[in-house]
């Protein structure tokens, strides 16, 4: 009984990654307006270039916008649009299907577990309880790259791309984590995956998220999230 | 006056050489001059016969001992027949008649001292300590012509033999103690007790042999199975030492001895080869005197000096002797059988200490005995194992059926350039170090070069020769010193990789795997010494440069079904994210790990089939892991598997 569950979910992955393969290998990105200043940084280059109207782009390039600039992506027919002060990867470009978010969380899930070394590592053994440096916030500028990536997950979002733009909100909490104390951001994508359905996960991430610094209005808010989700978790 | 002749009865040399307290051999136990306290390891019954020849100038053979043992629980029984135990000396007394006024006619003397049986008793305390005695009949012939007087018509002188027959019992007692498997230490009597009878005639007083009473200590040191070394030192200041062993159910050895009554210094050699099974066992020894043996004895030398021992004094001729010992099980003396055993895994060499963790085989046993059985399992492969390797000990119920595992030490610095067809001698022991039940099964062992094809299992290749490694790569920094010190110090690691990949592609060419498949794999120092290789190869020999220098790496096992599976390289610069952008502006070119502090790390892809520079080996690590590993969920799903070198 368990090999055969064990098999299934196996093909339900293997499948989904056929698709979601298949699927990137399929998209064409083209520039269809440009406003203000908009970069493209191609592939493995260190150099960011300016992005030109009806320019194709790479789907492993990114794109970033200024401020007071813009660019209107044409993805396989659907437009895109980025706003001000945002970056994205083109490859986060994609429509994904809940399956597919599962599948990438899993990953995410899977590549922020410590590294094993066999040995019980105490960690800081001089100060016990949480290390509250962790959750100050540091100032960070509207031009941080990391604050500009999670503004280009949010511009996914508002583009119907809510899937693609929790997982590369995720990789940017992996690559810049000081933007995972920007409880505003957090707040944001843990109400996606609640929108999705996605309980388990969206519980886990707003227990992450109170232990931020929060604003009245914000603690308000994921106190009642996680109220609301307990509810519908126990009542499963 | 009535000189006192020192006839000792027993010295420890006996005529199999000393083999120590082994329990591999059983001939040598039959022999109480030895082993006067009746250790031995034979199951049940034994039986054993030796035959031997005497080089007197002529070649005398004969039966030298027959002899039998038993082992009840704890205790042992044995006897022996010692017919060729003899030694005759005949002289002329120096007196003569004459007979019809013409022939002269020598008077003789004669003096023939033999051993006839013997009987052993021991009883084992523990595992350490095995206490016993031996009980040895000896016949003493004396016989003397002397000339008598008769007075008649006319005074004559007849011939007329002078004849006694002395019997005497003697006694000895001795311990064994086996502080572990390497030392062991024996204390033994010599003549402690002694009774029987006295000469009624006065030419044969003094004659006798005398049972000076002394004691003997014995050690041995069994490093291997191989090579085992031991020592007896006699209260009389004799003493003899061995070098033996055992390899292959062959058992060999050389005893060199001091005897006090023998000249030279170093009297003799005995020497001995054998074969042994469970069942039965031979062995070939011989007895090799440096002092010439070939002059005939004079009664003066013989009055004066007298001998020793009856089968090793003065007057011993070189010997050989074969020996035969059969073992016999009555009962079934084991108490599991091993019913059957199953090989799962292939042996590579490389890989020494997987085989710690993973049995590389499985036996199923039974426990055929009464009682609850602790089991030994262990394992032997020709040209693979030192020795016998034991597994965890095994509980087994009377009669329950059990599988036991056997794991396997493989050498480090064991050299196979090509695979083999060995053989594997599975055991199962019990009680006693004598295996209960063996199996021999054929195992194939690798090449030093095979691989399994588990990328987890390269980390093995990866090691091998790291010193090789290290000293290449510390040639090369140092060489670079000057730039390395004028760098950030969080950018080391970094730096001292690239610097190590540009001088490392300098000199490689990639080369598909010689053998045209995944199954071989260079170590490092092959690597550079054919100066190329395939994905394998060239991965290996790079983490292997910068795990040498203390940088941390990942392998990337690609397993896209699609295309030849291939394997890259991942490094931790040590960087936290927030210092990526000291390496590059291009976040998608580092991968962020938790260490296991849980703290974030910049890792970098390599490609190291990419033969050019770091910089393009770096952008085709990324391109590659981006797409394969990230964009198409390969970690997620399996196809992409990041495997830590350490």
């Known amino acids: 009984m368990l090999h055969k569950i064990k098999s299934g979910f196996i093909i339900q992955i293997l499948s989904i990654v056929l698709v979601f393969a298949a699927s990137m290998s399929a998209q064409q990105i083209q520039v269809n307006k440009v406003a203000g200043d908009v970069k493209y940084l191609s592939g493995t280059s260190e150099v960011w270039a300016k992005v030109k109207k009806g320019e194709a782009l790479r789907t492993d390039g990114y794109i970033s916008t200024g401020k007071n600039s813009s660019v209107h992506l044409n993805h396989s027919g659907e437009l895109i649009t980025i706003g001000e002060l945002s970056a994205v990867s083109i490859s986060s470009i994609k429509k994904m299907t809940t399956d597919e978010l599962l599948l990438a969380l899993a990953m995410e899930d899977m590549i922020n577990a410590p590294k094993s070394n066999g040995k019980e590592n105490s960690g800081n053994t001089a100060v016990y309880g949480e290390d509250e440096s962790k959750n100050k916030i540091t100032k960070l500028g509207a031009n941080d790259f990391g604050i500009k990536r999670l503004n280009g997950a949010m511009q996914l979002a508002e583009n119907g791309l809510s899937e693609s733009s929790v997982v590369f909100a995720k990789e940017t909490y992996r690559k810049y984590p000081e933007t995972k104390k920007v409880a505003s951001y957090r707040i944001f994508f843990a109400d996606i995956l609640y929108d999705k359905g996605l309980y388990a996960e969206a519980l886990g991430e707003y227990l992450e998220i109170q232990k931020l610094e929060l604003s009245k209005e914000q603690k308000n808010k994921v106190d009642s999230s996680i109220n609301t989700l307990n509810k519908i978790l126990l009542n499963d | 006056m009535i000189p006192s002749y020192k006839i000792l009865p027993q010295s420890s040399s006996d005529l199999n050489g000393y083999f120590g307290l082994q329990d591999f051999i059983s001939i040598p136990f039959y022999n109480y001059e030895s082993n006067p306290d009746n250790f031995f390891n034979t199951k049940d019954w034994g039986i054993s016969l030796q035959y031997g020849a005497e080089f007197s100038g002529s070649f005398n053979s004969s039966i030298y001992l027959l002899g039998i043992s038993k082992r009840i629980g704890n205790h042992s029984l044995s006897a022996r027949y010692t017919p060729g135990f003899q030694k005759e000396f005949l002289f002329s007394t120096g007196e003569s008649i004459v007979v019809n006024d013409t022939t002269t006619q020598s008077l003789e003397a004669n003096y023939t001292y033999k051993e006839l049986f013997g009987l052993g008793y021991s009883y084992k305390m523990n595992e350490q300590l095995s206490a016993g005695l031996s009980l040895r009949f000896f016949e003493q012939d004396f016989n003397q012509q002397i000339v008598k007087p008769v007075f008649g018509d006319t005074l004559y002188l007849v011939t007329e033999n002078l004849s006694e027959d002395l019997n005497f019992w003697k006694a000895d007692i001795g311990i064994d103690y086996f502080l572990n498997d390497q030392l062991q230490f024996r204390l033994a009597s010599i003549n402690l007790l002694n009774f029987g009878d006295d000469p009624t005639t006065e030419e044969f007083q003094g004659f006798e042999i005398k049972q000076e009473r002394g004691a003997f200590i014995a050690a041995g040191f069994f490093p291997y199975n191989y090579l085992n070394f031991n020592f007896i030192y006699e209260t009389t200041s004799s003493f003899q030492f061995s070098t033996t062993g055992n390899a292959n159910k062959f058992v060999y050895g050389v005893t060199a001895f001091h005897d006090q009554y023998q000249e030279p210094y170093i009297a003799g050699l005995v020497p001995s080869f054998g074969y042994r099974t469970n069942l039965f066992e031979v062995l070939l020894s011989g007895v090799y005197y440096f002092s010439d043996r070939t002059n005939d004895a004079g009664f003066s030398q013989f009055y004066e000096e007298g001998i020793d021992n009856i089968i090793n004094n003065r007057y011993s001729y070189n010997k050989i002797v074969l020996s035969l010992a059969l073992n016999i099980s009555s009962t079934p003396e084991k108490k599991v059988e091993l019913i059957d055993v199953q090989i799962v895994r292939e042996i590579y060499p490389t890989f020494y200490d997987m085989y710690l963790d993973k049995p590389f085989a499985y036996g199923k046993i039974v426990n055929i005995s009464s009682e609850q059985v602790k089991v030994t399992p262990s394992v032997r492969i020709e040209g693979i194992t030192e020795g016998n390797i034991n597994s965890p000990q095994v509980l087994v119920e009377p009669g329950d059926t059990s599988t036991v595992p056997f794991y396997l ?142 940088i941390q790496t990942a392998l990337v096992d690609y397993k896209n079904d699609l295309q030849l599976r291939h394997v890259n390289v991942m490094f931790n610069t040590k960087l936290s994210p927030e210092q990526a952008a000291l390496i590059t502006n291009n976040d998608s070119k580092y991968f962020i790990r938790k260490n296991e502090q849980d703290i974030d790390e910049v890792w970098v892809p390599i490609e190291t089939t990419s033969l050019t520079n770091f910089g393009e080996a770096w952008n085709l690590g990324v391109e590659k892991f981006n797409r394969e590993a990230l964009n198409e969920l390969g970690l997620a799903s399996g196809k992409v598997e990041i495997v830590d070198v350490y």
Not at chain 2, 430 to 439: A, F, G, I, L, R
Not at chain 2, 512 to 537: H, I, M, W
Request: net charge negative; with cysteine; hydrophobic share 40%.
């Open chain 2, 409 to 550: 030490i493989i050498s480090e610095s064991l050299n196979m350039e090509r695979a083999t067809l060995s053989n594997a001698d599975f055991y199962v022991n019990v009680t006693s170090n004598q295996p209960d039940d063996e199996m021999q099964k054929p195992a194939l062992v690798n090449s030093e070069n095979a691989w399994d094809g588990n990328v987890v299992n390269l980390r093995y290749f990866i090691s091998k020769d790291m010193n090789f490694s290290m000293n290449y790569a510390k040639n090369i920094l140092s060489e670079n010193k000057n730039i390395l010190d004028s760098l950030l110090a969080e950018l080391d690691e970094f730096e001292k990789a690239k610097l190590l990949f540009n001088e490392f592609v300098k000199k490689m060419t990639y080369v598909s795997d010689p053998r045209a498949s995944v199954e071989y794999v260079q170590f490092p120092n092959q690597t550079f010494e054919l100066k190329g290789g395939d994905c394998d190869d060239l991965s290996v020999a790079y983490c292997s440069l910068l795990e040498s220098v203390g």
